[in-house]
């Protein structure tokens, strides 16, 4: 178990929630919207984008550092746990602010 490892698993646990909060984005952007504009179709074709990255690709990016993590240099293992944890941040800020736009709606 090193850092690239711990990377993989921490990118495997947030796949679900990530892609669970893109599906919801796309409900929203088909579903709330009457009117199909260009800007909300480029929109829903994006969330789709993210929806099949966030996935398939983060499952796959994740299983890949999991099984073969333990081959990288320890300096490169160190490079991807940040990158992972850099990766999780971005998702973290994405959740808060889709978070706080729903509020906004709802009220």
Known sequence: MNFASLAGIILLLFSLPAALAAAMRIRFLIGCRKESTTAIVFATVLQFIYLFARLLGLPLIGGILFFQGWKLEPIFGFAFFLLGLAY??????????????????KN
């Not at 941040?89 to 729903?102: G, I, P, T």
């Open 88 to 105: 999780i941040s971005e998702l973290v800020v994405n959740f808060k602010s889709q978070r706080d736009a729903w509020r906004i709606r």
